[in-house]
């Protein structure tokens, strides 16, 4: 289970970047890539340092001001912890 | 074709793969070498630094993005390091895949410095003995060395070992030696009977029993282990009765390109009579990949044979792979012959026994010189 506290990161030797090809975020690993949605790429992308969840979430909402985001948001980190794309940072 | 580049024609497919064969030098012997018989042939024609590095350029116009940096041994070439910087520069995921014969910890170093992102390391046999039969030399102590550097250095590893008759046996310890080096993932990898596979293939196929009890042991493995450490395990499609979707589909996601500039739609291809590869000395990547003959003659799904064309399997394998149809059946345009709809399965079922009843003791090892191995002596 994520908590607000957790500080989480973009796994290690797996690689967030933008790709033109495609006109949208990727993430890079061995042998593979996967294309991102516009709102995952928004939440990846506060992780691709370790961050703590909260203030990942605190930014995420000064997007969408007035908009309950939080449980979205952490559904989609527990997601994303699953398939190994964030880990908890080492 | 026209040779100063011509605008995309209907094709939605990017190459996202680049494969880039740096040298077929390599110090190693396996006898299931994937590079053509006659590999010596391109050494002294190789791109040099500046014209692999032009191409990976076009490769990342063209959308590529994981590069993987083979050969023979890609640790043979010296600019290695600066052909890594350039790719991790145009923002390439850079993948090393090597015997690790030619690296030193200080060359790891330099090349995490240059921007390495994953290394896959080749195992010939979970100890020396096996090892040396395989590769034809000691290196078995210099991979675990390696090994275990990369694991220090951080930089993601995955281990591939090739499995046949003679070291099906081992993959209980290959796996603990992954666990054990902090393997990413291991890879057991099989041949593809087509040139030097082909040659040995009596002494490489293995039984049907052999290959249910190899998946007995990776099975136990998992379970052992909670599925900790990912094990890609495919069984060899001679025995599947349904061929591989090879490449992803022919022309799609590959682009491979020679020791010499040819640029292929499968390693494998160069050998394939009737369409001459075209060369990125003298054609633009972007051209090559859209127009050149090769590329295009299986690309899509109208050039299938029956049975495949009404066939509801076809959109998964694509006909299956085209060198392996073209070693087994000599038609390259044929159904692939592992399919058990391909008029002629018979043939690879009698290739099955063939090599079930053989001793299969002998080895054609990769060489420039005749070199045969008696696994007995």
């Not at chain 1, 973009?10 to 790709?19: A, C, H, L, T, V």
């Not at chain 1, 961050?51 to 000064?62: C, D, F, G, Q, S």
């Not at chain 2, 690879?348 to 007995?376: H, K, W, Y």
Request: a negative charge.
């Amino acid at each position: 289970m994520i908590s607000r506290e957790c500080s989480l990161n973009i796994k290690k030797g797996y690689r967030m970047q933008w790709e033109e090809s495609q006109t949208g975020w990727v993430i890079l690993f061995p042998e593979g890539m996967i294309q991102l949605n516009d709102t995952a790429a928004m939440i990846l992308r506060q992780f691709q340092k370790p961050t703590v969840v909260h203030e990942a979430i605190t930014k995420l909402e000064a997007t969408f001001p007035g908009e309950e985001i939080q449980n979205d948001i952490f559904e989609f980190l527990e997601d994303a912890c699953e398939q190994q794309w964030l880990e908890p940072t080492q | 074709m026209n040779s100063n580049g011509s605008s995309p024609h209907n094709n939605p497919h990017q190459p996202f793969w680049l494969l880039a064969e740096l040298t077929y030098a390599c110090p190693l012997q396996c006898p299931y070498c994937s590079n053509p018989e006659d590999f010596a042939s391109t050494r002294k024609r190789e791109l040099n630094t500046a014209q692999w590095i032009n191409a990976l350029e076009q490769g990342r116009k063209l959308g590529a993005v994981q590069l993987g940096l083979s050969g023979g041994e890609p640790c043979v070439r010296q600019d290695l390091e600066a052909i890594m910087l350039a790719a991790r520069e145009m923002g390439y995921y850079t993948n090393l895949l090597t015997s690790t014969v030619g690296l030193t910890r200080e060359r790891i170093d330099r090349l995490q410095q240059a921007g390495l992102d994953h290394i896959q390391v080749s195992l010939q046999g979970a100890d020396q003995r096996i090892s040396r039969r395989f590769a034809g030399s000691d290196y078995f102590e210099h991979k675990l060395e390696m090994a275990k550097h990369l694991r220090a250095a951080g930089i993601p590893m995955v281990l591939n070992f090739v499995v046949h008759r003679h070291n099906l046996h081992q993959i209980e310890q290959v796996l603990e030696l992954g666990m054990e080096l902090g393997a990413e993932a291991v890879e057991l990898a099989n041949c593809q009977y087509h040139g030097w596979a082909m040659q040995n293939i009596n002494a490489l196929l293995p039984t049907r029993k052999e290959l249910q009890k190899a998946e007995e042991a990776v099975s136990r493995f998992r379970q052992q282990h909670q599925a900790a450490m990912p094990i890609l395990f495919v069984v060899p499609d001679l025995y599947e009765g349904r061929p591989r979707p090879c490449v992803n589909g022919w022309g799609t996601t590959l682009m491979s390109i020679t020791p010499d500039g040819n640029v292929l739609p499968c390693q494998g291809a160069a050998n394939l009579p009737g369409y001459a590869p075209c060369n990125v000395k003298q054609l633009s990547l972007e051209n090559i990949w859209n127009n050149s003959p090769l590329f295009e003659r299986f690309r899509g799904l109208d050039w299938l044979p029956q049975p495949c064309r009404t066939c509801d399997e076809k959109a998964q394998d694509f006909g299956g792979c085209r060198c392996q149809a073209y070693s087994l059946t000599g038609d390259a345009a044929a159904t692939d012959p592992a399919c058990s709809k391909s008029p002629q399965h018979a043939s690879v079922l009698r290739l099955v026994e063939q090599a079930a009843q053989s001793p299969g003791d002998q080895l054609i090892m990769r060489s420039t010189q005749r070199n045969i191995i008696n696994l007995n002596e």
